[in-house]
């Protein structure tokens, strides 16, 4: 079953501008200036029941005006758009019943009273049977260690406490897909760590489709098989994460530690023509930077080898988050 | 369904207990103002005993039974809501399989419970000892008011939603819910029962929701109303109560439609 298909995609919103000095105020009252901006520009989407996929894209891309779409909260201008089988604005009581969400920035918790009765109040809501609700609830409260915070006010909480609480508050109804933006922003390690392990878990077991929006590429790392990225409002990449790697993430680091002293240009001569550029960072240790493929990996430690004995040697992946920063600054327009 | 909704009037209930220094400054404000406006009153009526056919008593009947049925019908709803849209609550609002507007009405109703067990209630016990007012005793009078007064919060409640949708239009309506507080206040008989009002504009508030808030629940109890003319009144609420909703409803759905949600 499919979880989110959505074609051409669009949300544009009118920016109104305004005239400067008095005289310009004084046009606006009359008619106002407006500029047409696309936030989301006719984007194809499909994710499958049961994966966990990592939406991904600098400030302003366009992510949360999706998650908005795809929640029912606003109405996309163009485009078609199916969430659970639902038409997500038009049919939102329905279709809401059927999503969980959390928003990292803003609480869906009652600030002023304490995080049970917020359970309550959405049990209420979601017209959970007494069992149904207390099992699952339970189930919950162990793992993300809740327990002792169930009888405190929301403000009391701490962001990470709150955080887990949320989760708890957003998946109280089972929901098969859950949308997260920006779920571990601000939060510490060991909490991050609870919460992965609490999506993996959810996701293995009652198969939910899990769509996050995150800055923290660990959290994809972490979670995601598959990662859609976005800029200016169009998807730049949407494949699995290994491909991402493998197409852009080539470019690899070998730290070397000589025998003895070596000089900088008598490197660049023995290794000429092959992709790789030095870079000395103590006076026998150096790093070779290589651009792709795994060819000249061995090609360049053979030339070298020969040449001088190493001592130690260390080759390092780039990680997923300089390849995203890889991809943003140099651009990318093959998808 | 009405589960959800007596949960979120326990919930609001909740949140009163949580803030109880706004309840006991409530009880300060509203005792102030009721011996304000007994003293003006009383010195506006001198040594006369009736005025536009009140007499003195029904008069001080009448300020401290509206402004106890204040303490009930009255809420920030308004405020709250344009505050959810322009903080962007709103969008979490979205996301439960609920109608938004008729979960803050309730919370409105939880609020006035709330302030009408705890508050009016034994506030009107007090307000008997201090001041010479006339309640009925036990009568089917009561069961009226209650009904005219549960039509008034309506009516009341329709006005804040109303201003407070507004807020999707108009990003900062703080000036637009301070002008409807005073305005409910003054047109509604709060602070002159609108039979002192001038002919030209009786005709004109007769034709305004506002005297359904305040001054039919007030004058049905306090002058008894039976028969057609308490049968007029209710209609004049109950219509108000259908008549209001349309307006919200309407630009409930063009809101949904327009909405930015604002702070990304």
Request: charged share 20%.
């Amino acid at each position: 079953m499919r979880s989110i298909e959505a074609h051409g995609l669009t949300k544009e919103f009118k920016v109104y501008q305004s005239r400067p000095g008095l005289a310009g105020a004084f046009r606006d009252l009359l008619n106002r200036q407006y500029r047409v901006i696309r936030a989301v520009d006719a984007i194809d989407l499909t994710i499958d029941q049961g994966e966990i996929v990592g939406y991904i894209g600098e400030n302003g891309a366009g992510k949360s005006t999706t998650i908005k779409m795809l929640t029912g909260i606003l109405e996309p201008t163009a485009g078609e758009l199916k969430v659970n089988g639902y038409d997500p604005h038009r049919e939102r009581e329905k279709f809401v019943r059927t999503i969980g969400v959390v928003f990292g920035q803003r609480s869906q918790l009652w600030w002023d009273i304490a995080v049970q009765e917020s359970f309550r109040l959405l049990q209420k809501v979601y017209r959970l049977p007494d069992e149904q609700y207390k099992r699952h609830l339970g189930r919950m409260v162990e793992v993300l260690e809740i327990g002792d915070l169930l009888d405190q006010p929301v403000r009391k909480l701490s962001l990470g406490q709150r955080m887990r609480c949320e989760l708890a508050a957003a998946l109280i109804h089972q929901p098969p897909l859950l949308f997260l933006d920006e779920p571990t922003i601000g939060l510490d390690v060991l909490v991050k760590e609870n919460i992965r392990r609490f999506l993996k878990e959810i996701n293995k077991e009652l198969g939910t489709t899990i769509l996050l929006t995150t800055h923290d590429i660990s959290d994809i790392e972490a979670l995601c098989s598959r990662v859609v990225m976005l800029d200016k409002g169009r998807i730049i990449y949407d494949g699995s994460l290994t491909k991402l790697r493998l197409n852009w993430g080539g470019g690899r680091k070998i730290h070397l530690d000589f025998a003895k002293n070596v000089q900088l240009n008598e490197l660049e001569q023995r290794t000429e023509g092959l992709p790789v550029k030095w870079e000395q960072t103590g006076q026998r240790q150096y790093i070779a930077h290589i651009h792709h493929g795994e060819l000249a990996v061995s090609e360049v430690l053979s030339r070298v080898v020969q040449y001088v004995p190493v001592q130690e040697m260390r080759i390092e992946e780039a990680s997923t988050e300089e390849i995203v920063r890889q991809i943003y600054q140099e651009g990318m327009t093959i998808v | 369904m009405y589960k959800v909704y007596l949960e979120v009037i326990r919930i609001r209930f909740l949140m009163m207990l949580a803030y109880r220094v706004n309840y006991y400054s409530g009880i300060i404000i509203y005792s102030l103002n009721i011996g304000v406006y007994y003293f003006l009153w009383m010195a506006i009526y001198g040594n006369k005993g009736t005025l536009q056919g009140m007499t003195v008593m029904q008069m001080a009947t009448y300020i401290a039974v509206s402004w106890m049925s204040r303490a009930f019908y009255f809420n920030n709803l308004d405020r709250e809501i344009a505050q959810e849209i322009r903080d962007g609550t709103v969008a979490v609002q979205l996301i439960r399989p609920y109608h938004y507007l008729l979960v803050k009405a309730f919370q409105g109703l939880g609020e006035g419970l709330f302030r009408l067990f705890l508050f009016s209630v034994p506030g009107m016990i007090v307000v008997s000892f201090i001041f010479p007012i006339d309640l009925p005793g036990v009568s089917p009078v009561w069961a009226k008011f209650a009904l005219s007064l549960l039509l008034g919060f309506i009516v009341n409640v329709e006005v804040n939603l109303l201003t407070g949708v507004l807020a999707f239009f108009i990003l900062n309506n703080q000036g637009l819910i301070w002008a409807k507080r005073v305005i409910v206040d003054l047109l509604s008989g709060l602070t002159i029962p609108i039979v002192f009002y001038p002919d030209w504009m009786q005709k004109v508030l007769e034709f305004l929701p506002f005297q359904a808030i305040s001054y039919l629940p007030s004058t049905v109890l306090v002058k008894g109303l039976a028969g057609s003319d308490f049968v007029h009144a209710i209609l004049i609420q109950a219509v108000w109560c259908v008549l209001l909703w349309i307006p919200i409803q309407l630009i409930w759905l063009k809101a949904r439609k327009t909405l930015i949600v604002q702070g990304g």
